[in-house]
Nanobody, 115 residues
Framework: QVQLVESGGGLVQPGGSLRLSCATS????????MGWYRQAPGKQRDLVAV???????NYADSAKGRFTISRDNAKNTVYLQMNSLKPDDTAVYYC?????????WGQGTQVTVSS
């Protein structure tokens, strides 16, 4: 069974920080590309950041300079460090594991940025 379990979401004030974690099992983690997506109410699910199996990273323009994706292959875990958070960052954040045409998803973790 494939499992992706997100954690670390919560309520934070504008300008604050959160670190999301996605613990995986049931996959050969080191060969998967890992990504973070987010979906706000009434909106589409958008890519936030991706990290390839070799460690190359890419970010949505909205995330550049504020968010950092990283992976720890020894722990089968991918992280998203989020700094300088804005109310527009409020969304459910989903972890994704992709290998070729196959993509798995976690259940999501809520991030709310509000004063």
């Amino acid at each position: 069974q494939v499992q992706l379990v997100e954690s670390g979401g919560g309520l934070v004030q504008p300008g604050g920080s959160l670190r999301l974690s996605c613990a995986t099992s049931g996959i050969t983690f080191s060969i998967y590309a890992m990504g973070w997506y987010r979906q706000a109410p009434g909106k589409q699910r958008d890519l936030v950041a991706v990290i390839g199996s070799g460690g190359k990273t890419n970010y949505a323009d909205s995330a550049k300079g504020r968010f950092t994706i990283s992976r720890d292959n020894a722990k089968n875990t991918v992280y998203l460090q989020m700094n300088s958070l804005k109310p527009d960052d409020t969304a459910v954040y989903y972890c994704s594991a992709r290998l070729g045409s196959y993509q798995n998803w976690g259940q999501g973790t809520q991030v709310t940025v509000s004063s």
